[in-house]
C-alpha cells in the first residue's frame, strides 16, 4: 500500500519529553492564567462588582470617621481616630472578602466543564497542576484587585494616626494570604462538585466553619475546660468587716476557685480570619488598648490571652477597698499576655486547607479520567 | 501496515456504572487514510473517542495512538492528537485568534509560531474575516470550524474528529471534504465519526461501524467487489419490468417511484446490464447506485440487527 511507504519515509515527530500530573512551568501557568483572566476582564459584571466594592467601602470609611468625629464631640480634639477606623476599614474589607473570593473561584473547573471548556484544555499539553494553579493564580489576581481597591482607605486610616505602617503591612499581606486560601477551598470544591452552586456553597460553609463555627465551638468547651483548683490569692484579710473605714490589709491566702485552661483551647480560634489577620500585627502596649479603640488589636489581646490562659497566683484584694486612703501595693504582677503568636498556627492550618484544594482539584483533572463524578460529562 | 502509526484500539470497553456504553470496539485506523466511524446515536462513538483522546481510562482493551499508548504515555499520545470533541464550548470573551493562540500556547509552541499559525489556520477555514471577532458572535457552523481549526494547532499526526460536519452549509463541507483529503495524503490519520453517510462516502477510505458499543463490521469504501443497489429507470415501467422477469438479475419495485433496485457487484456489471436493456430496446434513462456504499451498509447491517 502506498500509505505504508509515506508512514516510513515520514520522520518521526519528536516526542517531546514527559511530564507528569504536577510537572509546571511558568509558560503552563501563564497560559492559564492570562486566559482566565482574559476572560474575567472582558465581562462587565467583574468591572461593576470594583466599583460598587470601592464605593461601598468607601462609603465605609467615610462613616466610620463621621461617627468617630461626632462621638469624640466638638472635633477640635487632637484625639487620633486611626485606630477605630482602621480596624473597622480592615474587619469590612476582610468580611466582604471572605463573600467575594468564593465566588471568583468555586465556579473555575466545574463551570468550564459544564461550558465544554475543560477538556479542551486537558487535551493539550497543559498539565493538571497548571491548569489548576494557573486558575487558583487568576482567582487570587482577582481577590487582590478587591483587595487594592480597598488601599486607600486603609492608608486614609492610617493618616489618623495610631496605627503603624508595620501594622498596615502585616494586615495587607494576610488578608491577601487568607483570600489566596478562600480562592484556593473554592477551587478543591469546584473540583469535586458538578454544579457551580453546589461548590459555591460549600466553599462558605467551609470559610463560616473556621470563622464562626470554631469560635463558638471554642465558647462551648468553656465549661469543659474550666476546673477548679487550689490558687494562691492576695485576698482581703481575714475577718475584715466592710464597716471599717480604713483600707484592708491583703494577705496571701489558698483558696479553692475556678481556674479557665483557655490555653488548652486558644487554637480554635487561631484559623478564623479575621484572627490571623489581626494577630499578625506586632502586639501593642496593653495600657493604650482602650484609648484606641482599635478593635484588631483588641481581639489580638483577647486571642493572645487565651493563649497565656492560667497564670498562677490571682489579687482579688487591690482595688475592691472604694474608700479613701492609700492603695496597698500588690505583689501579684498583672497579666502579661504571651508573646508567642497564634496567627502562624492559625494560617498554617488554613494554608493545609488550601493546599488541601489544590492537591483534590490536580487529582481530579488527571487525564485519562478513570471515573466520572455523578452528572458530570468530560467534553 | 507499521505497528506505530495510526490509531489502534483492540478490544476496548468502558462502562459508566451500569452502562456499557462501549462493550468491545476493535478499530484500526491508518495513517494516510480517512477512516470513518458509523453508527447510531448511543452506539458509544463519542465515547470510544474521548478515549482515543486520552480522555478516559478505557475498563479493558489496549489503545495505541501513533505509537503511544495514552493510558501509560498519555502526555506523548495527546501531543500528536488533535481531537475535535463533538460539543464544544468555546472561550466565548476571545476573539477567534486569541482562541488559536492560546491553544498553541497550551501546546507548548512559542509565541510568535504561535501568532503566525493561528493565521494560517484561520486563512484555512475561511474565517479571517472574524478573526477579531469574539467567539460567541460565531454561527454554529462557524463555531464548528473554528473547533476544526482548533484541534490542528500543533499539527497533529492523529485527527479525532466528532461529528465534524454537522451544522456546516454546503460549501463548508466541501472544503471540510477537501481538507480530510489533504490531511490524509500528508501522512496523517483521520478517524471522523459522522451520520451524514453519503459524505462519508466521498471522504472516506475505510469504514468501521459499531452498534451498542460493539464493531460489528470493517470494510473498505473503495472495495467494489461487495454487491450494492443500483436504481434503474425506464421511460415505459412496465417493458422495462418485463424484460427483467424474463432475463434480467433479481429487480424490487421502489415504493412511489417507476425505478427498480437491481443489486451488482461491480461497475462492469452494470455497464453489461444497461448495454443488454439497450439493446433489446428498453429506453433506459438512467441507471445508478441508489444511496452511497456507507449507507447501503449500514442500512443493511440495521437490517440484520431487526
Known amino acids: 500500500m502506498s500509505a505504508e511507504v509515506e508512514v516510513v519515509e515520514q520522520a518521526p515527530a519528536p516526542v517531546p519529553g514527559t511530564r507528569g500530573t504536577w510537572s509546571l512551568s511558568w509558560h503552563g501557568l501563564r497560559t492559564v492564567t492570562v486566559l482566565e483572566l482574559r476572560q474575567r476582564v472582558r465581562s462587565t459584571r467583574w468591572k461593576t462588582a470594583l466599583i460598587v466594592w470601592f464605593l461601598v467601602v468607601g462609603l465605609i470609611t467615610m462613616l466610620t470617621t463621621g461617627a468617630f468625629a461626632i462621638i469624640s464631640g466638638d472635633g477640635g480634639t487632637d484625639e487620633t481616630f486611626g485606630g477605630m477606623v482602621y480596624s473597622i476599614v480592615v474587619g469590612f474589607v476582610l468580611f466582604l472578602g471572605l463573600l467575594v473570593a468564593p465566588t471568583l473561584s468555586s465556579g473555575a473547573i466545574n463551570g468550564d466543564r459544564n461550558a465544554g471548556t475543560l477538556a479542551t484544555l486537558q487535551v493539550t499539553l497543559l498539565t493538571p497542576a497548571e491548569i489548576v494553579l494557573g486558575k487558583l493564580a487568576a482567582a487570587w489576581i482577582a481577590a487582590l484587585a478587591f483587595l487594592v481597591a480597598s488601599i486607600p482607605f486603609l492608608v486614609w486610616a492610617l493618616v489618623g494616626g495610631g496605627v503603624s505602617w508595620l501594622a498596615l503591612l502585616t494586615t495587607v499581606l494576610m488578608l491577601a494570604l487568607v483570600l489566596g486560601v478562600v480562592c484556593a477551598i473554592g477551587l478543591g470544591f469546584s473540583a469535586v462538585v458538578s454544579k457551580t452552586s453546589g461548590s459555591a456553597v460549600l466553599t462558605y460553609l467551609t470559610v463560616g466553619g473556621i470563622t464562626a463555627v470554631l469560635p463558638i465551638l471554642f465558647g462551648l468547651l468553656v465549661p469543659a475546660t474550666t476546673t477548679t483548683e487550689s490558687v494562691r490569692v492576695w485576698a482581703v484579710e481575714a475577718g475584715y468587716t466592710w464597716e471599717e473605714t480604713t483600707a484592708p490589709e491583703c494577705e496571701w491566702q489558698t483558696q479553692e476557685t475556678q481556674v479557665w485552661h483557655s490555653e488548652h483551647t486558644w487554637w480554635l480560634l487561631a484559623p478564623n480570619p479575621f484572627v490571623v489577620v489581626a494577630d499578625a500585627q506586632p502586639l501593642g502596649d496593653p495600657e493604650t488598648l482602650g484609648e484606641d479603640e482599635n478593635m484588631l488589636a483588641v481581639l489580638q489581646y483577647g486571642v493572645r490571652y487565651a493563649r497565656t490562659g492560667d497564670s498562677g497566683p490571682q489579687d482579688w484584694c487591690t482595688g475592691v477597698y472604694m474608700g479613701e486612703g492609700p492603695q496597698p501595693e500588690s505583689p501579684v504582677e498583672p497579666v502579661q499576655v504571651t508573646d508567642q503568636l497564634v496567627w502562624p498556627w492559625g494560617l498554617g492550618f488554613d ?5 488541601a484544594g489544590v492537591i483534590v482539584a490536580v487529582n481530579r483533572l488527571r487525564v485519562p479520567t478513570a471515573r466520572l463524578a455523578q452528572g458530570t460529562r468530560v467534553a | 501496515m507499521t505497528p506505530d502509526g495510526g490509531i489502534r484500539a483492540q478490544g476496548v470497553r468502558r462502562s459508566f456504572g451500569p452502562v456499557h456504553a462501549v ?47 495514552p493510558v501509560t504515555q498519555n502526555y506523548a499520545a495527546r501531543s500528536r492528537t488533535g481531537w475535535m470533541p463533538d460539543v464544544f464550548g468555546t472561550w466565548d470573551s476571545l476573539t477567534a485568534r486569541e482562541v488559536l493562540t492560546t491553544v498553541a500556547a497550551a501546546y507548548r509552541i512559542d509565541a510568535a509560531t504561535g501568532r503566525a499559525r493561528a493565521g494560517e489556520l484561520l486563512e484555512l477555514v475561511h474565517l479571517s474575516e472574524f478573526a477579531d471577532q469574539p467567539a460567541h458572535v460565531l454561527s454554529r457552523g462557524q463555531k464548528q470550524r473554528l473547533g476544526l481549526a482548533r484541534a490542528l494547532v500543533h499539527d497533529p499526526d492523529v485527527l479525532l474528529l466528532d461529528e465534524p460536519a454537522s451544522g456546516l452549509d454546503p460549501r463548508s463541507r466541501v472544503d471540510l471534504r477537501v481538507l480530510m483529503r489533504r490531511l490524509a495524503a500528508e501522512g496523517k490519520t483521520v478517524l471522523v465519526s459522522s451520520h451524514v453517510l453519503t ?51 433479481a429487480y424490487r419495485r421502489e415504493s412511489d417511484s417507476p425505478a427498480v433496485l437491481v443489486e451488482l457487484t461491480g461497475d462492469a456489471a452494470a455497464a453489461a446490464l444497461l448495454r443488454s436493456a439497450v439493446e433489446a430496446g428498453i429506453d433506459v434513462s438512467s441507471l445508478a447506485p441508489a444511496g452511497g456504499v456507507l449507507e447501503q451498509a449500514y442500512l443493511a447491517l440495521e437490517e440484520e440487527r431487526r
Open chain 1, 351 to 355: 494554608l493545609l486547607l488550601g493546599a
Open chain 2, 23 to 69: 462493550a468491545d470496539v476493535d478499530l484500526v485506523a491508518a495513517p494516510g487514510r480517512v477512516t470513518a466511524l458509523i453508527g447510531p446515536n448511543g452506539s458509544g462513538k463519542t465515547t470510544l473517542l474521548l478515549m482515543l483522546a486520552g480522555l478516559l481510562t478505557p475498563d479493558a482493551g489496549t489503545i495505541s495512538i501513533a505509537g503511544a499508548d
Open chain 2, 199 to 249: 459524505e462519508l462516502d466521498e471522504m472516506a477510505d475505510d469504514a468501521v461501524f459499531i452498534s451498542r458499543g460493539r464493531t460489528v463490521a470493517t470494510q473498505s469504501v473503495a472495495d467494489g467487489d461487495r454487491p450494492r443497489e443500483w436504481r434503474l429507470t425506464a421511460l415505459d415501467a412496465e417493458a422495462l419490468t418485463a424484460w427483467l422477469d424474463e432475463n434480467g438479475p
